[in-house]
Nanobody, 116 residues
Framework: QVQLVESGGGLVQAGGSLRLSCAAS????????IGWSRQAPGKQREWVAS???????NYADSVKGRFTISRDNAKNTVFLQMNSLKPEDTAVYYC??????????WGQGTQVTVSS
C-alpha cells in the first residue's frame, strides 16, 4: 500500500506559477513510476507528467516546456513545478503511484485555478 498526499494548489493569475507536492508513504520502495494527472470540470482525467524510479521524465504535449516534474527521494516527495499557467490548466490535480502488476494508488487531489 502507498499513501499519497498532495499539496500546493491554489488560485493564480494566468502567466503565474505554482508548485505542487506529493508526499508518499507506505511501500514507497515498490514505486516504479510516480506522476500527475488532472481533471477539469466536465472533462475526463488526463495524464500530465511522470517520473520513473530511474529519473526518466515524460510530459503531456499540453504542458511540455511549462511544467517540470522532479523528486526528492530522501523525502519520498515528488514535485510539479508549473510555470506560465493558462486558464485551461484549471483542474483538480491528482498524484498517482504505479507499483507494477497493475497496482496504482491515487492521492485525494488538489485544486488549481488559473484566472484570466
Amino acid at each position: 500500500q502507498v499513501q499519497l498526499v498532495e499539496s500546493g494548489g491554489g488560485l493564480v493569475q494566468a502567466g503565474g506559477s505554482l508548485r505542487l507536492s506529493c508526499a508518499a508513504s507506505g511501500s514507497t520502495f515498490s514505486i516504479n513510476v510516480i506522476g500527475w494527472s488532472r481533471q477539469a470540470p466536465g472533462k475526463q482525467r488526463e495524464w500530465v507528467a511522470s517520473i520513473s524510479s530511474g529519473g526518466t521524465t515524460n510530459y503531456a504535449d499540453s504542458v511540455k516546456g511549462r511544467f517540470t516534474i522532479s523528486r526528492d527521494n530522501a523525502k519520498n516527495t515528488v514535485f510539479l513545478q508549473m510555470n506560465s499557467l493558462k486558464p485551461e490548466d484549471t483542474a483538480v490535480y491528482y498524484c498517482y503511484a504505479d507499483l507494477g502488476f497493475g497496482r496504482r494508488f491515487w492521492g485525494q487531489g488538489t485544486q488549481v485555478t488559473v484566472s484570466s
